[in-house]
């Protein structure tokens, strides 16, 4: 029968089931609700539509009736192990954390491309031999025969003269005695990053005494740094942007690599240098190096020396420094001078800082930058004070800046202004330094020339440049890194073969010998013959 527009629809139908009529009241409570759902939906299938969204709404209704329930279900069988668990243990997993669960493997987290590289272990044998003597230290009492650490230019021969006097001032230096620019308020606040005015003063006049007193050094050009690590990355960011590239003679101090490569992306071009010339620099070799790069597009911005050499230990004439300067004006690029071992002279040489040679007028100062730190000429380097004097105001500013990332702590600062404010002691303990470091420095080589290896010819440093390449079989790097090996191995002492310095020229080593005392000198010999008798006799 079909309804008009106007005449009422009535949902209920006129007649009755008898079982309904028999049913409670409470299931006639429960049909009046499911009529609730069937009046609406009478409506609907009375439409246009009607059959099919009759079909369409009920089941999806069930659908969802039945979702709701299955949700609601309790669990039979619950994950706790017992039923004094803790209630959290019963709570449902989240829907995030079960898909995390089923995916199976899930790939490595990533790390940046400097930090892949730097976690990769390393294959310098610098840093190769300083990792052995970690795990196997030699120590006269607890491991005499441990291996001894002859490749690190750390001078001990001069403890007893530091100890002596921070028995007697260290507090005081620190602490002070009235005055507040030394008490517990002139350490424990802020301080500026690029070091304390103080130790500016103290460590230029310091600077002024270890180089003969022929120069001055200006507070106002000094950024303090925690050593010269940190002031040669700072300068290498500033004068340089990555994929540039700075000249440098060899063999060179195997950290360059380190302090330019790494983080700044500097590339290091060497410059080769002969043992004919006893490794000295000349401007014909540079000139080639230069061209080389420019060919291959490569822009080179910087010169970076040692003076004192690090590794060979000769010096810089003051001619030379003049033609360097030549260089650099002509190409338009910076020089870094590392002068760390400039306090650090025993042979006739003079040493001339390149600030000394800047007074000519037609010298432009502003492509000067000097690198300097107390851990040699003043035997602390485990204070960590170092320092960048530059010329340049533009650097001056940027390297300011950037040293809130290798700042000295105050203490230290207070300390080290101390320390180097007292006259008498650091002209004693210049005195005594070099005296000590000659001493040693010529019955050591003595003792090798006996052994028959013989060393390059040198003025300053805390090591010797030995050739040893008439023990290398073959003669190359291979050799060079087998007799490394027996060094190491045998003889029980790390020594730095040239390779990690970019010698050009297999068999050359470093050694070390202020890492030890005068009286230790036998045994190390005693362990070098070890190997040149096991390498003459297999030969």
């Known amino acids: ?140 009492f607890v491991n005499p025969n441990g291996i001894i650490q002859l490749g690190l230019s750390d001078n001990k021969l001069c403890f007893d003269l530091i100890e002596k006097w921070l028995v007697k001032n260290l507090e005081g230096s620190m602490m002070g005695t009235g005055d507040i620019s030394l ?38 050009n000094m950024v303090l740094t925690s050593g010269a690590t940190p002031a040669i990355e700072i300068l290498s960011f500033c004068l340089a942007d990555q994929g540039n590239a700075f000249l440098v003679p060899t063999p060179y101090y195997p950290g360059f690599d380190r302090d330019v490569r790494w983080r700044p992306g500097i590339d290091l071009i060497p410059v080769h240098c002969r043992s004919t010339d006893n490794f000295n620099l000349n401007i014909a070799a540079l000139e080639q190096a230069f061209s080389q790069a420019r060919k291959r597009g490569v822009k080179v911005r910087g010169i970076l020396i040692s003076n004192p050499s690090n590794p060979v230990g000769n010096i810089l004439t003051r001619d030379m420094l003049f033609s360097l300067l030549d260089f650099a004006e002509d190409k338009n690029i910076h020089i870094i001078a590392d002068e760390v071992f400039a306090g650090s002279t025993y042979g006739s040489e003079e040493f001339v800082s390149i600030a000394e040679v800047l007074d000519s007028e037609y010298i432009d100062k502003s492509r000067v930058h000097i690198i300097y730190s107390l851990s040699k000429d003043l035997s602390i380097a485990g204070f960590r004070v170092g320092v960048i004097h530059s010329y340049n105001q533009a650097v001056l500013e940027a390297a300011k800046k950037m040293s809130r990332f290798s700042s000295i702590s105050a203490p230290t600062q207070r300390l080290v202004t101390s320390m180097l404010s007292d006259k008498r002691f650091i002209q004693e303990y210049i005195e005594t330094n070099r005296n000590r470091i000659r001493r040693v420095h010529d019955e050591f080589v003595d003792c090798l020339n006996k052994l028959g290896i013989k060393c390059a010819k040198s003025s300053a440093g805390m090591f010797c440049w030995a050739d040893m390449s008439g023990l290398i079989k073959p003669y190359s790097e291979k050799g060079e890194h087998e007799l490394w090996e027996k060094f190491i191995n045998v003889a029980k002492i790390n020594i730095t073969p040239g390779s990690a310095c970019h010698c050009i020229e297999p068999g050359w080593f470093r050694i070390c010998f202020t890492t030890i005392s005068f009286e230790e000198i036998p045994l190390v010999i005693e362990r070098i013959r070890k190997v040149v008798e096991s390498c003459k006799s297999s030969s």
């Not at 003063?201 to 001055?216: C, K, N, P, T, Y």
């Open 1 to 140: 029968m079909t309804l008009t527009r106007n005449q009422p629809t009535n949902p209920i139908p006129h007649t009755r089931n008898p079982k309904t009529q028999s049913q409670s009241s409470s299931s006639s409570s429960s049909s009046r609700s499911g009529m609730k759902l069937i009046v609406p939906l009478q409506g609907v299938v009375q439409g246009r539509s009607g059959f099919l969204l009759g079909i369409s709404i009920p089941c999806a209704l069930f659908y969802f009736l039945q979702l709701y329930l299955k949700r609601r279900r309790p669990n039979p069988n619950p994950s706790s192990p017992s039923s004094s668990s803790s209630p959290t243990l019963l709570l449902p997993r989240s829907s995030s954390r079960s898909n995390l669960s089923s995916r199976g493997s899930i790939s490595r987290v990533r790390l940046s491309k400097l930090a892949s590289i730097l976690s990769k272990p390393d294959d310098s044998l610098y840093y190769l031999g300083l990792e052995r003597v970690s795990q196997d230290p030699y120590d006269v």
């Open 183 to 220: 008490s517990i308020n002139g350490i424990v606040p802020y301080q500026p990053h690029h070091g304390l005015n103080e130790l500016k003063i103290a460590l230029a006049d310091f600077m002024r005494q270890v180089m003969g007193g022929s120069v001055e050094f200006d507070p106002l």
